[in-house]
């Protein structure tokens, strides 16, 4: 294999190439958990869609299912492994290339500089 047939981003945005991994990704960052944590702040996110991109993200390493026994029934939380605790820059650096260089970019700097700080604290970067 040369050097000209490898291509790290390439292979980075096949790997988080569905829509909503890292909306979930970032969610959980956030501290949600939970099936219906994820559907609340992704309002155009169906059921279906939601439950194979879980699926996908478990199958792939970034997060792992897990079961909580409650009183009356059984729930299940969705827990970040070190491959998906390891997207925080990634994360981060999306969104300061929005607050920089996209339509984000038009907000004032107060709202702006509140932005960088609630994602640098929830992604832990900094």
Known sequence: MNIEDICPVSETLDFFSRKWVLCILMDMFRGKRHFTEFQESNSALSNHVLSQTLKYMEDVGL????A??????????YKLLDKGLKANKILYELSVYSLNELECSKLNDDLKKEIFEEYANSLNVL
């Not at 997060?63 to 897990?66: N, V």
């Open 63 to 66: 997060i792992k299912k897990e």
């Open 68 to 77: 909580i026994e409650e009183k009356t029934r059984n729930k299940t939380c």
